[in-house]
């Protein structure tokens, strides 16, 4: 049984972490077993992040790896129907949302005020106060650092926004009438896709993006029908069981 290390549903979502959505999703379409094991800590993985996996005494990180892996030990192969030209773009896609979009996202629930004391409160609330707090602006700040890095902290709030919408319509122009990516059945990047507008559209946190998002009808009824498909027999619970913050 793979053992998968994951942060745990928030704000109204499988996973406040679209990689850990989509490592999940992506399991589930191929049938592969696996038990949840809950972290709010992602230093504890072998890179620093979540997810990760533990399969018999073999560990694995990163959501692409751990999929190569998978693929490879179960014999999996979900894009067989897909042309090179849809898995080209499938790749494309993907890339954008997660070294593109991801960074807005990650602004938006980091660094935007409006959400910041949200996401303290789910990941620190367990801790006592002066730790918390301690915790909180390490967190944070280790954040901003890395959205310096990478180049989107470096730009106004206005044109983080601006940038990751753009994302946004792309996917919606791309998936058009589509019931899934490439027709009437998901593929690997579904798994994918719906990990990441999902954790902007249907999150319980509120953004400029999110209401963006929210205005493509064919995104909100695509992560609907992602939804019904992968998790309609789940109940989308937060950890602590408190009810959902906003
Ligand atoms: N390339 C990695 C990215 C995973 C990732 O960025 N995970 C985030 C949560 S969404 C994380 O654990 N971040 C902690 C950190 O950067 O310190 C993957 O595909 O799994």
């Known amino acids: 049984m793979i053992k998968f290390f994951s942060f745990g549903p928030a704000f109204g979502l499988p996973s406040p972490s679209p ?11 191929a049938g592969i077993e696996y038990r949840t094991k809950v972290r709010k800590d992602p230093t504890q993985g072998p890179k620093g992040k979540l997810p990760f996996i533990k399969h018999g005494g073999v560990v694995v990180a990163d959501s692409d790896i751990i999929i ?5 030990s179960f014999e999996v192969e979900l894009d067989r129907e897909l042309t090179p030209h849809q898995r ?3 790749y494309a896609i993907s890339k954008m949302l997660e070294d593109h979009l991801y960074w807005a996202m990650l602004y938006s629930r980091w660094v935007d005020p409006n959400n910041w004391k949200a996401m ?12 918390r707090r ?4 390490l967190v944070r700040l280790k954040v901003k650092k890395d959205l310096h890095s990478q180049g989107m902290g470096r730009h106004s709030a206005q044109d983080v926004y601006w940038a990751a919408k753009r994302d946004l319509r792309v996917v919606s122009t791309l998936l058009g009438d589509n019931r899934f990516l490439f027709g009437d059945e998901p593929c690997s990047y579904d798994a994918v896709v719906y990990g990441f507008i999902a954790n902007v559209i249907d999150c319980e946190l509120e953004s400029p993006l999110k209401e963006f998002g929210r205005s493509h009808d064919n995104l909100v009824h695509y992560c609907q029908r992602m939804h019904e498909r992968y998790y309609a027999a789940t109940e989308v619970k937060s950890v602590d069981g408190q009810p959902q913050a906003a």
């Open 120 to 131: 303290r409160t789910h990941f620190m609330g367990h801790m006592p106060l002066p730790v």
């Open 134 to 137: 301690i915790m909180a602006g």
């Open 88 to 90: 080209a773009t499938g």
């Open 68 to 72: 190569d892996y998978l693929s490879q």
């Open 19 to 29: 990689f850990c959505m989509k490592l999940e999703v992506w399991m589930k379409m």
